[in-house]
């Protein structure tokens, strides 16, 4: 399996455990934490940082 692949994967099972509502849930503070809209949603913030170039 090439790097590419593995680098595919790995994006596709991050996003659904952070998308999964047991997740969520798991690691919410109280009630009304993850329930705001942001310009920039939890998920895309944590692809942009694990993609930036070093």
Do not use: G
Not at 31 to 42: I, M
Request: hydrophobic residues 40%.
């Amino acid at each position: 399996m090439s790097i590419r692949n593995n680098l595919k994967d790995f994006f596709q099972e991050m996003n659904t455990l952070l998308t999964s509502s047991e997740f969520i849930e798991q690691h919410r503070v109280n009630n009304s934490a993850f329930s705001r809209t942001r310009k920039l949603a939890f998920t895309d913030i944590i692809h942009f940082l694990l993609t930036l170039p070093q």
